[in-house]
């Protein structure tokens, strides 16, 4: 009797979510639908060009040097273009800003295809940065007045798993087509065929602009905030999440360049492990909930951390194509496993008014990190191989955990009961 009646209770509590689930896709705003459908031409245009523009670099002879120097650059424009895009969403409208931002970004991503010389890669890397800035400002106070309280959360995770889903099409598609163009004799060679989707995923991110203009938005009601925003939990937080960054980053822009010049691998298998690693983030990300219900959200930070940094070193150690891929695979499906979590716990110990805030705060801190990260990675790996670089990155990541769990985690105890309740509600309140 205790297992039927466990199995009915199961069954009615799935069937109990999947009736909430319908629920909120039939209250969501259709203005929701037409930013989706613009975040999915975005999300797929973004991802396909990023994935093959440093192969188009490789191909051209730039060295991890000058790459890491042009990543530098995208993110420094990133970082600059920041604080204008918020005033200037306050004063033009979200709507038009995501305009400008559809317009600009396939322009200066298209310039960076056809002008190779290393000043204007440079300048247009700062400028592309800029212009991407107006999405990351922009995108979630759009969503936020597209949804309710009670459908928000859903919201967003649509827009995450849609996120992931358009960035494994990207692998695949980045993967394949350009064997195709040359084999049709679209491309003259490889670099040609590479160029040809560089175009095209131009093109489907100045498609989202037919959507983009469907798009009503009500007008802001700004307020004032006050407080104090710089609390001793976020100056620890911001010193731990700032090293952490710093290792994450640190490997990530060259990638492709590590698979293609290191290892020796063909275009069409680096887009199945893109894709394969993103298929398998969504895996992992999804069960990180469990890890830190059990340990709690701090300890299982860390857990995390120190797991990419074991691939990290297993990375530096591992040679030739026999193990190196799947070390690969492991360590693009764990390394980013900790972001949600990162997030959830800023949330979690931040008050309500200061929250966006400390978002932004923690935004400008990422950029600089990353920034200093490329440029600093690039010379390395250029100068030294990747075996004993990529073997420091395994020990600063390692530092990364460490801060984190003596900065953040002695308050752990007094915040896991909650953070357990709210994780648990989570899954079950819209």
């Given at each position: 009797m205790i297992p039927e009646r466990t199995v009915h209770k199961a069954s009615g509590r799935d069937l109990s979510l999947w009736q909430r689930a319908q629920s909120r896709?039939?209250?969501?705003?259709?203005?929701?639908?037409?930013?989706?459908?613009?975040?999915?031409?975005?999300?797929?245009?973004?991802?396909?060009?990023?994935?093959?523009?440093s192969l188009f670099l490789v191909e051209h002879h730039f060295t991890e040097r000058v790459i890491g120097y042009i990543t530098a650059a995208l993110t420094i424009g990133t970082l600059a273009g920041t604080v204008p895009s918020s005033l200037l969403?306050?004063?033009?409208?979200?709507?038009?800003?995501?305009?400008?931002?559809?317009?600009?970004?396939?322009?200066?991503?298209?310039?960076?295809?056809?002008?190779?010389?290393?000043?204007?890669?440079l300048w247009l890397a700062f400028l592309s940065g800029m212009a991407m800035s107006i999405w990351s400002v922009c995108f979630s106070p759009t969503l936020a007045k597209l949804t309710t309280h009670e459908n928000r959360a859903f919201?967003?995770?649509?827009?995450v798993a849609t996120g992931i889903g358009a960035s494994a099409l990207a692998g695949l598609l980045g993967?394949?087509?350009?064997?195709?163009?040359?084999?049709?004799?679209?491309?003259?060679?490889?670099?040609?065929?590479?160029?040809?989707?560089?175009?095209?995923?131009?093109?489907?991110?100045?498609?989202?602009?037919?959507t983009i203009?469907?798009?009503?938005?009500?007008?802001?009601?700004?307020?004032?905030?006050?407080?104090?925003?710089?609390?001793?939990?976020?100056?620890?937080?911001?010193?731990?999440?700032?090293?952490?960054n710093f290792a994450l980053n640190f490997f990530t822009p060259f990638a492709n360049v590590y698979l293609s010049r290191h290892l020796g691998l063909p275009v069409t298998r680096i887009g199945a492990i893109f894709s394969s690693?993103?298929?398998?983030?969504?895996?992992?990300?999804?069960?990180?909930?469990?890890?830190?219900?059990?340990?709690?959200?701090?300890?299982?930070?860390?857990?995390?951390?120190?797991?990419?940094?074991?691939?990290l070193w297993g990375l530096s150690r591992a040679s030739g194509l026999t193990i190196a891929p799947y070390i690969y695979l492991l360590l693009a499906s764990v390394q980013w496993t900790a972001g949600p979590g990162i997030a959830s716990l800023l949330m979690n110990r931040t008050p309500e008014k200061h929250r966006s805030q400390a978002t932004a705060i923690q935004n400008i801190v990422n950029l600089a990190t990353q920034a200093g990260s490329a440029a600093l990675a690039g010379k390395l790996f250029e100068q030294y191989g990747y075996s004993r670089p990529l073997a420091a990155n395994a020990g600063i990541a390692v530092?990364?955990?460490?801060?984190?769990?003596?900065?953040?985690?002695?308050?752990?105890?007094?915040?896991?009961?909650?953070?357990?309740?709210?994780?648990?509600?989570?899954e079950v309140r819209p």
């Amino acid at each position: 009797m205790i297992p039927e009646r466990t199995v009915h209770k199961a069954s009615g509590r799935d069937l109990s979510l999947w009736q909430r689930a319908q629920s909120r896709l039939r209250h969501l705003h259709s203005g929701f639908w037409t930013l989706y459908a613009s975040s999915f031409l975005i999300d797929l245009g973004l991802c396909l060009y990023l994935f093959m523009f440093s192969l188009f670099l490789v191909e051209h002879h730039f060295t991890e040097r000058v790459i890491g120097y042009i990543t530098a650059a995208l993110t420094i424009g990133t970082l600059a273009g920041t604080v204008p895009s918020s005033l200037l969403a306050k004063r033009l409208g979200l709507r038009t800003m995501l305009v400008v931002y559809i317009i600009a970004v396939p322009l200066c991503f298209a310039s960076r295809v056809f002008l190779l010389q290393m000043p204007a890669q440079l300048w247009l890397a700062f400028l592309s940065g800029m212009a991407m800035s107006i999405w990351s400002v922009c995108f979630s106070p759009t969503l936020a007045k597209l949804t309710t309280h009670e459908n928000r959360a859903f919201g967003f995770s649509i827009f995450v798993a849609t996120g992931i889903g358009a960035s494994a099409l990207a692998g695949l598609l980045g993967g394949y087509l350009p064997d195709q163009f040359q084999r049709l004799g679209r491309a003259g060679s490889q670099v040609d065929g590479i160029r040809i989707v560089l175009l095209l995923a131009c093109i489907i991110l100045a498609l989202a602009l037919f959507t983009i203009l469907k798009l009503h938005l009500r007008l802001d009601e700004t307020g004032q905030t006050s407080g104090k925003v710089f609390s001793g939990f976020l100056l620890r937080f911001l010193v731990a999440i700032a090293v952490w960054n710093f290792a994450l980053n640190f490997f990530t822009p060259f990638a492709n360049v590590y698979l293609s010049r290191h290892l020796g691998l063909p275009v069409t298998r680096i887009g199945a492990i893109f894709s394969s690693s993103q298929l398998m983030q969504v895996a992992v990300i999804l069960m990180a909930p469990l890890l830190y219900r059990r340990v709690g959200l701090v300890t299982g930070l860390a857990i995390t951390q120190l797991a990419t940094a074991s691939l990290l070193w297993g990375l530096s150690r591992a040679s030739g194509l026999t193990i190196a891929p799947y070390i690969y695979l492991l360590l693009a499906s764990v390394q980013w496993t900790a972001g949600p979590g990162i997030a959830s716990l800023l949330m979690n110990r931040t008050p309500e008014k200061h929250r966006s805030q400390a978002t932004a705060i923690q935004n400008i801190v990422n950029l600089a990190t990353q920034a200093g990260s490329a440029a600093l990675a690039g010379k390395l790996f250029e100068q030294y191989g990747y075996s004993r670089p990529l073997a420091a990155n395994a020990g600063i990541a390692v530092l990364a955990a460490v801060l984190l769990y003596t900065l953040l985690g002695r308050n752990n105890r007094n915040h896991r009961m909650a953070q357990t309740v709210l994780m648990e509600s989570s899954e079950v309140r819209p």
